[in-house]
């Protein structure tokens, strides 16, 4: 994988997080995966049992994002002859993406999103949360949908299929590694929630702007260009 579609794919996942369709749902999420409950400002759940059943979430996501990965990368590697046209439809579609992040465009089918639902009744268990991890993962939030997809498209241009799903897998570790400590924060109090709650529409526009970003790069060729400068200049730094 190359250093610049790294960190372009760790800085999504990050903002996905802090996504107004996700990060104010967390204490939520929580209480779901634990069977714990929301009094006196925080959420009361065992540590044991918030570990275990955060990181099964986590991966249980995780592995849908790596498979979408797998497949996007296949299917682009069907068409290896034509890779720089399939890298200019990439970029201009991600760079609509970050424009409709912005709120510029008010394109509906990319507002479309599906949920999934949680059964009262049911015990929270590790394989539960597994299990609701790949619903997380496979209904998307429209903000959340935005800035996967457009790692998709990134991973669709990838030299190889693997290139591919390891960068779903460091997008699913910048999903998956603040959602593990907020949801340890928030069982002391929710007054982090409130805070970053409030600046959720500034990181939006952040997000938007990143994802033209990369289309751009991607458009012109120039992510390519700029991975080799990056590449060169840590191997001579050692």
């Known amino acids: 994988m190359e250093n610049i579609t790294i960190l372009f794919a760790l800085t999504a996942g990050l903002l996905s997080f802090f996504s107004p369709c996700v990060f104010p749902l ?18 009361n759940v065992s540590q044991k049992v918030l570990l275990t059943r955060s ?23 069907l068409f290896l002859d034509n890779k720089k ?3 200019m439809i990439g970029g201009l579609l991600i760079i609509i993406f970050g424009i409709q992040m912005l709120g510029i465009f008010k394109i509906k089918f990319l507002m479309m999103e599906k ?5 009262e009744n049911s015990k929270a268990t590790t394989l539960r949360s597994f299990i609701l991890g790949v619903a997380f993962g496979s209904g998307w939030t429209p903000c959340v949908g935005l800035a996967l997809s457009s790692i998709l498209l990134l991973a669709s241009s990838s030299e190889t299929v693997f290139s591919g799903m390891g960068l779903l ?21 929710l007054n982090v929630v409130k805070k970053v709650n409030k600046i959720l529409p ?17 458009f012109t060729g120039q992510m390519q260009k700029i991975s080799a400068y990056f590449s060169s200049f840590t191997w001579t730094s050692f």
Request: hydrophobic content about 55%; cysteine-free.
């Open 85 to 87: 046209l399939i890298q």
């Open 169 to 189: 897998w460091v997008y699913s570790l910048g999903l998956g590694i603040p959602f593990l400590m907020i949801s340890f924060i928030v069982t002391y109090s």
């Open 202 to 218: 500034k990181l939006s526009k952040v997000n938007g702007w990143i994802l033209i970003v990369m289309g751009v790069l991607l």
């Open 115 to 119: 949920r999934f639902s949680f059964k």
């Open 26 to 43: 967390i204490p939520a999420y929580v209480a779901h995966l634990t069977d714990g409950n929301v009094s006196s400002g925080k959420v």
């Open 55 to 77: 990181i099964s979430f986590i991966l249980g996501f995780s592995v849908v994002f790596v498979l979408l990965g797998a497949s996007a990368s296949f299917v682009g590697q």
